[in-house]
């Protein structure tokens, strides 16, 4: 993983006060539900002490757990896998994710594409290194003044939203999307380690999230 990501990604080394979302970066996604209400599944124990012999139960096991996700949450899973294959003009590759009851996290990585490398990379939107909450239209719908700001993050997470919403209207399955996204662009090899750790071990630690509802 650590290889992979200094062979491969180049991430920007200084702290800018604007951002230009459709510049080669890698992204640390947050969407949430709308209320938070739990749509995607369950998180689920998958290691019971009483389903083990007697005779090899240690003196301390520690409960596994992992996220059961019910069919509304495996079209999200789905749709998030689609997300490369569906714009290969964004040169874009996903990371670590997971789907949650309640919320998605996912990384996702921009490289270097014919939207981002043109003339049309001298604008930049707003201050997006220290994490902040971005509404699907903040980036793209600045009238294309400054030429095609669809190809980039916004435009990205708003087809997946949209994809996951058509699904459950399509199915009568009362759903929707918290309006905003939430976002953070990582700087260094040791963040993503710990990003990718906390995507990974979300369902483990589910109960001591800051999204958990029971």
């Given at each position: 993983m650590t290889e992979l990501f200094k062979n491969k990604y180049r991430i920007p080394s200084t702290r800018l006060q604007t951002w230009n979302y459709a510049d080669n970066a890698m992204y640390f996604v947050t969407i949430c539900t709308a209320n938070r209400g739990c749509f995607f599944g369950n998180v689920v124990e998958t290691q019971c002490i009483a389903s083990l012999p007697?005779?090899?139960l240690p003196q301390f096991i520690e409960p596994e757990y992992k996220m059961e996700l019910n069919n509304l949450g495996k079209i999200t899973e789905m749709e998030w896998l689609k997300t490369k294959e569906l714009r290969p003009d964004m040169n874009l590759e996903l990371n670590e994710y997971?789907?949650?009851?309640?919320h998605f996290h996912a990384i996702i990585f921009i490289d270097d594409n014919r939207y981002n490398t043109s003339k049309y990379n001298n604008y930049r939107g707003r201050d997006a290194m220290h994490c902040v909450s971005t509404t699907d239209d903040d980036v793209s719908n600045q009238k294309n003044k400054f030429g095609p700001q669809a190809k980039n993050l916004a435009s990205v997470i708003r087809g997946f939203k949209s994809a996951v919403t058509t699904y459950a209207r399509k199915n009568n399955i009362p759903f929707d999307?918290?309006?905003r996204f939430h976002d953070h662009i990582i700087t260094s090899n040791k963040e993503y380690l710990r990003i990718a750790d906390y995507i990974v071990n979300n369902p483990k630690n589910w109960r001591d999230d800051r999204f958990y509802i029971k």
């Open positions: 007697a005779n090899k997971v789907v949650m009851p309640n999307w918290q309006a």
